[in-house]
Nanobody, 115 residues
Framework: QVQLVESGGGLVQPGESLLLSCAASENMFNFNDMGWYRQAPGKERELVAT???????NYAGFAEGRFTIFRNNDENTVYLQMIRLKPEDAAVYYCGARILSRRYWGQGTQVTVSS
């Protein structure tokens, strides 16, 4: 049914940037909201940013001023632009989508920030 495929992760040095992409298998209008979440080793999965059906965005404190979530509805793709990356940003980043009370997840893409 619903498939979410992330891409764009990789290894960068502190201060560099990455653009993550999440391609959805169906029309973006089907989702109440979509977002990016991350999970570092030994830590819980945490919210990074979300965007709802009306285009309203929400960011975690650590993401404000550095990360931007946006989407292309025609391409069924949501993006996360990350700039000025820090070592503590290293994690597996997951794309999530919600339809009412049901959550769907992608497979994740690894982001490594290291000197």
């Amino acid at each position: 049914q619903v498939q979410l495929v992330e891409s764009g992760g990789g290894l960068v040095q502190p201060g560099e940037s990455l653009l993550l992409s999440c391609a959805a298998s169906e029309n973006m209008f089907n989702f109440n909201d979509m977002g990016w979440y991350r999970q570092a080793p030994g830590k819980e999965r945490e919210l990074v940013a979300t965007i709802n059906v009306g285009g309203v965005t929400n960011y975690a404190g650590f993401a404000e001023g550095r990360f931007t979530i946006f989407r292309n509805n025609d391409e069924n793709t949501v993006y996360l632009q990350m700039i000025r990356l820090k070592p503590e940003d290293a994690a597996v980043y997951y794309c999530g989508a919600r339809i009412l009370s049901r959550r769907y997840w992608g497979q994740g893409t690894q982001v490594t920030v290291s000197s």
